[in-house]
Each structure stands twice: as structure tokens, then as C-alpha cells.
């Protein structure tokens, strides 16, 4: 079992930056690919970036590429969001998922485990 904590949302003036934390728990939570999937309000929740156990190979959604980056600490479990040139668009709830495969995949149905999520807001 791994738990998720998100955390780091806010409201932002567009062109601002944020930075989210995903704070992970469990035995072998350091062993899974990480992820970050998005909501906006009235939307279905999509792909934002994943990142592989390692921290070598990361994906991105051609939306967030050149503004977002993930990362992650295996010392202190915990996968960041870092969040540049943020625009009105980007408001959404924000989810860290855990994945047992090994590839950071786009799919939700890749993730098993999620977190409660963070709400960030960004204003024009």
C-alpha cells in the first residue's frame, strides 16, 4: 500500500510559478513510477507528467512541455511539480498517482494508487 499527499496549490497570477509536492509513504513506494494528472472545473481529469522509479525517464503532456518539469527525491519520497509560466488554463485540481510499471505512462488506468489532490488556480 502507498499513500499520497499532495500539497503546494494556490492561486498564481498568470505568467507565475509553482512548485507541488507529492509526499509518498508505504515500503516500496520508492520503487513505483511516479505521476501527476490534472481537473479542470466541468473537465475530465487528464495526463500532466510521469516519472519512472528511477528518475531517469519522464513524459510529458504536449500542453505542460517547456513549462512544467516532475521530479522526484527517493531520500525524502517525494515527487515534485515544478510549474512555470503557469496561464489561466492550468487551473485545475492537481493528483500525484503511483504506478507499479515501470514506464512513466500517460494511461490513468496505469496508476493504483492516488492522492487526494491539490487545488491550484491560476488567474489572467
Known amino acids: 500500500q502507498v499513500q499520497l499527499v499532495e500539497s503546494g496549490g494556490g492561486l498564481v497570477q498568470a505568467g507565475g510559478s509553482l512548485r507541488l509536492s507529492c509526499a509518498t509513504s508505504?515500503?516500496?513506494?520508492?520503487?513505483?513510477?511516479m505521476a501527476w494528472f490534472r481537473q479542470p472545473p466541468g473537465k475530465e481529469r487528464d495526463f500532466v507528467a510521469a516519472?519512472?522509479?528511477?528518475?531517469?525517464?519522464?513524459n510529458y503532456a504536449d500542453s505542460v512541455k517547456g513549462r512544467f518539469t516532475i521530479s522526484r527525491d527517493s531520500g525524502k519520497n517525494t515527487v515534485y511539480l515544478q510549474m512555470n509560466s503557469l496561464k489561466p488554463e492550468d487551473t485545475a485540481i492537481y493528483y500525484c498517482a503511483a504506478s507499479g510499471y515501470s514506464n512513466p505512462s500517460d494511461s490513468q488506468g496505469a496508476y493504483v494508487f492516488w492522492g487526494q489532490g491539490t487545488q491550484v488556480t491560476v488567474s489572467s
Open positions: 516519472i519512472d522509479w528511477s528518475g531517469t525517464y519522464s
Open positions: 508505504g515500503r516500496t513506494a520508492s520503487t513505483y513510477t
